[in-house]
Nanobody, 127 residues
Framework: QVQLVESGGGLVQAGSSLRLSCVASGLTFSDCAMGWFRQAPGKEREFVAA????????YYADSVKGRFSISRDNAKNAVYLQMNSLKSSDTAVYYCAAVLREHYTGRIYDQEMYDSWGQGTQVTVSS
């Protein structure tokens, strides 16, 4: 059974930093591209960042480019999202997602491509 467990969310002030973690089990982590999505109150869930399974290539939404950084540690089955210079507009529930390489279509922004999802972790940024 695949499990993705996020942690690291919290309440911070604008301009602060947070590091989210997602630990995966029940899958071959090194064969998965990993993504982070977020959903703000009253809004659709949206893509934040993703990282490939093989060459570590990273992808970012324009809204977080230059502030957020995604990384992975295959030895720990973990993916991270370092969030700097947080803004109130970053307030959302953040979700980790995994897609097996055999299901990978290249559409890293497309939620439908991802096979598994975590429960989410709340990030609240006060202005």
């Amino acid at each position: 059974q695949v499990q993705l467990v996020e942690s690291g969310g919290g309440l911070v002030q604008a301009g602060s930093s947070l590091r989210l973690s997602c630990v995966a089990s029940g899958l071959t982590f090194s064969d998965c591209a990993m993504g982070w999505f977020r959903q703000a109150p009253g809004k659709e869930r949206e893509f934040v960042a993703a990282i490939s399974w093989n060459d570590g290539h990273t992808y970012y939404a324009d809204s977080v480019k230059g502030r957020f950084s995604i990384s992975r540690d295959n030895a720990k089955n973990a993916v991270y999202l370092q969030m700097n210079s947080l803004k109130s507009s970053d307030t959302a529930v953040y979700y980790c997602a995994a897609v097996l390489r055999e299901h990978y279509t290249g559409r890293i922004y497309d939620q439908e491509m991802y096979d598994s999802w975590g429960q989410g972790t709340q990030v609240t940024v006060s202005s």
